[in-house]
T-cell receptor, first 114, second 114 residues
Framework: GESVGLHLPTLSVQEGDNSIINCAYS??????FIWYKQESGKGPQFIID?????DKRQGQRVTVLLNKTVKHLSLQIAATQPGDSAVYFC?????????????FGKGTSLLVTP | KAGVTQTPRYLIKTRGQQVTLSCSPI?????VSWYQQTPGQGLQFLFE???????NKGNFPGRFSGRQFSNSRSEMNVSTLELGDSALYLC?????????????FGPGTRLTVT
């Protein structure tokens, strides 16, 4: 069936460097994409979202890029900090106007080293 | 503003028993979604409720059910528990405004089936 997957299960970066977390999706009908951050013992926390009619969206220190041609999503974190260490999930849904039924990727563990 | 609350936080049950989990959304949020999180399968969508009606449903057996009350609080029930039902069950709420699909997750209920 359709699936959302991540290219790398773990990513280690040095404090101050930029981080890039990648995500591939297979459902061509996906029209809404979200990145979540999950710290140990907590529920996922919304980071940034993007609709399929956009290819880039920026937030505070984060940028999401969407390439619909190759069905690829990425999250860029600028000047990565120790507090950014967490598991990051991409999620997508199709027919987002019909409510919430997010399909999550497996997650990438980001470790920020001093 | 209080966040999404889930009770209980931890639960131990025996195979064959049934369990009910509770979720209180953020005040004013009308959409409540439930997800199951396991190390092997990641985050999987169970169902979504809006205005006391199930609006979306994931691919889980009929042993998994839910409901939403008029105050938007939601419960999910799992009957005839199996060992594989051991997981973190997450609830998420949303305002359900078409300008934003941001979901806020609770801390989850850790269910262990022995």
């Amino acid at each position: 069936g359709e699936s959302v997957g991540l290219h790398l299960p773990t990513l280690s970066v040095q404090e101050g460097d930029n981080s890039i977390i990648n995500c591939a999706y297979s459902n061509s009908a996906s029209d809404y994409f979200i990145w979540y951050k999950q710290e140990s013992g907590k529920g996922p926390q919304f980071i940034i979202d993007i609709r399929s009619n956009m290819d880039k969206r920026q937030g505070q220190r984060v940028t999401v890029l969407l390439n619909k041609t190759v069905k690829h999503l990425s999250l860029q974190i600028a000047a990565t900090q120790p507090g950014d260490s967490a598991v990051y999930f991409c999620a997508e849904t199709a027919n987002s106007n019909s409510g919430y039924a997010l399909n999550f990727g497996k997650g990438t563990s980001l470790l920020v080293t001093p | 503003k209080a966040g999404v609350t889930q009770t209980p936080r931890y639960l131990i049950k025996t195979r064959g028993q049934q369990v009910t989990l509770s979720c209180s959304p953020i005040s004013g949020h009308r959409s409540v979604s439930w997800y199951q999180q396991t190390p092997g399968q990641g985050l999987q969508f169970l169902f979504e409720y809006f205005s006391e009606t199930q609006r979306n449903k994931g691919n889980f057996p009929g042993r998994f059910s839910g409901r939403q009350f008029s105050n938007s609080r939601s419960e999910m029930n799992v009957s005839t528990l199996e060992l594989g039902d051991s997981a973190l069950y997450l609830c998420a709420s949303s305002l359900d405004a078409h300008s934003s699909y941001e979901q806020y997750f609770g801390p989850g209920t850790r269910l262990t089936v022995t």
